[in-house]
């Protein structure tokens, strides 16, 4: 009776074996499916920069990203798919969303040249550039007068005061044109035709401040270009790993689909449980929905780096890379003391604190020196004017004047200057502290991104050794059902093993990159875009 039960299920075997679908595709690279060739790009300036890719992680000198198991016929044979991490894509099955059509490819060193070209962060720091620029410039401007010219008309009836104090009755009247205006009577023009009024102190280290400020603008616009570029590779890795997950889930999709075939067929001949029939279907529903998930996060990291990239809204982006490889744009090599050193002597936030730092110190110097140098008013006048008694404006004649002055000022009896020199003072500390919050802030970067970088090196080759494992698992257990010691049902715990190291495996290597870029970040973006990659001997 028992030979017999084994003889029945061998026999069920061999017809589902013959009936079931053959592997659709073959196993190949880590790549998202059915990706566009690259298209051209318009030509951008900025050298390129070459970066040095890891060893691959599979066979030497086949730069793929996913253990590849030899194939098994008795695999085939049985109706499920040969375990692979990645595939060009099975046909899509009519309840999963299809490719957009409106696809565009972009690659890494595309993004990263269109995010320094027109990124509207960058564009604003640079602006910001501009405005303290155009301070400068008008600091340097303080030594130069004003221009005025203007006419005037004077009349005046009636009762008017003599210098020595009686009271007279006049008629007269004036007319003023030229440089400045108000010229009537025996003083000066109320409004000097060429006018200057500066405190010395402000003319001598107002420019000098403003140019730090300047400076420091610079820098900070190169920070906020650095932040950006990082953005944007980030933004890559998290659409390429949608892309990758899309593969994924297709892979995991298609093998779950078979297996729940070949439950269907054991239940139905009685060999199998409905139980592990309807199990197994359950299972489907929610791999169906791993792929519309993975092409949801496609989608939103696409709109995401279009964002950043200033590109239509409407397109969507997906990554030109072929495959997903470990990028290492840090020498291996290279010592942290070396990293921490590099960053602190590159790191545009540390010469933007700098700049800061000489500017409240031209700004205390100016406040010191305000007590000592005097301010200077000075105004000249020129022009033609006519006047008389009643309406007689005749003759005209020019008229020149010219003053001169100088004055010191000790504001609010010199409590005023205290309290502004200790605010200046208080001001440079504090600048100075800043500096070293950052300098430390740097320091704790690298060593941050630097220990990330060596983590996740080391998981990519524990990723790589679980998907050996996922996949040995698989294929043993496809190797039980064709020998009729087991029910198909034990091999979905198999694929959902491999689908979770296949996951991992993608997660080790988005993060890997990610840490490198955040890495080179932090060193300051040392070569602006880094767009060549080379494979490293071994890749």
């Not at 029939?277 to 496609?298: G, I």
């Amino acid at each position: 009776m028992r030979m017999s039960k084994w003889v029945s299920r061998a026999a069920i075997l061999v017809l589902i074996a013959r009936t079931a679908p053959g592997v659709a595709g073959e196993p190949g690279e880590l790549r998202a499916p059915g990706l566009l060739e690259p298209a051209s790009t318009p030509a951008l300036p900025n050298p390129p920069v070459r970066l040095r890719r890891l060893p691959a992680v599979s066979q030497p000198n086949r730069p793929v990203s996913y253990i590849e198991p030899a194939p098994s016929p008795r695999v085939q044979r049985a109706g499920l798919k040969q375990p692979s991490t990645a595939q060009n894509g099975p046909t899509q099955p009519e309840e999963v969303m299809p490719r957009p059509a409106n696809g565009y490819p972009i690659d890494l060193p595309t993004a990263l040249r269109l995010a320094d070209a027109d990124n509207l962060q960058v564009a604003f720091a640079r602006e910001q550039v501009n405005l303290a620029l155009a301070q400068v410039d008008q600091a340097y401007a303080l030594w130069l007068p004003s221009v005025r010219g203007g006419v005037n008309y004077n009349r005046h009836e009636g009762a008017i005061q003599r210098v020595e104090g009686t009271q007279i009755l006049n008629s007269r009247g004036a007319f003023y044109a030229g440089l400045g205006a108000g010229g009537y009577g025996a003083a000066s023009p109320p409004i000097p035709g060429l006018y200057a009024n500066f405190n010395l102190a402000d003319a001598l280290f107002t420019p000098l401040a403003a140019r730090q400020f300047a400076a420091a603008r610079s820098r900070a616009a190169s920070a906020a270009a650095n932040d950006i570029l990082l953005q944007v590779a980030i933004g890559y890795f998290e659409l390429l790993r949608a892309g990758e997950d899309i593969a994924i889930s297709n892979a995991v999709r298609s093998d779950t689909q078979r297996l729940a075939k070949l439950t269907a067929d054991y239940a139905a001949t009685g060999a199998g449980l409905e139980s592990d029939a309807s199990r197994v279907r359950a299972e489907v529903t929610l791999r169906v929905n791993d792929v519309r998930r993975a092409r949801e996060a496609q989608a939103v990291s696409s709109a995401r780096l279009a964002q950043l990239l200033r590109l239509d809204p409407t397109i969507v982006l997906e990554p030109g890379d072929a495959v997903i490889v470990p990028i290492e744009v840090v020498p291996r090599e290279t010592h942290l003391r070396e990293l921490v050193a590099q960053a602190l002597s590159m790191r545009p936030e540390l010469a933007e604190n700098r700049a800061l730092v000489s500017e409240a110190v031209m700004r205390l110097r100016k406040e010191r020196m305000g007590v000592i140098l005097p301010s200077i008013v000075m105004g000249a006048s020129y022009g033609g004017m006519g006047s008389g008694i009643h309406e007689q404006l005749a003759p005209f004649h020019d008229r020149l004047d010219v003053d001169a002055i100088a004055y010191w000022e000790l504001r609010n009896f010199g409590f005023g200057e205290a309290a502004v020199r200790r605010g200046a003072e208080s001001t440079v500390r504090a600048t100075q502290l800043r500096q070293m919050l950052v300098m430390d802030q740097i320091a704790r970067e690298i060593s941050e991104a630097y220990a990330q970088v060596e983590s996740r090196r080391e998981q990519i080759d524990v990723a790589k050794s679980g998907i050996q494992a996922a996949s040995e698992s698989y294929r043993l257990n496809v190797e039980r059902i064709e020998q009729a010691l087991g029910l198909p049902i034990e091999v979905l715990q198999s694929i959902q093993a491999l689908a979770l190291a296949r996951r991992e495996y993608l997660r080790t290597l988005i993060e890997f990159n990610t840490a490198q870029f955040t890495l080179y970040r932090a060193l300051g973006w040392p070569s602006k875009m880094p767009v060549e990659m080379v494979a490293a001997p071994g890749g």
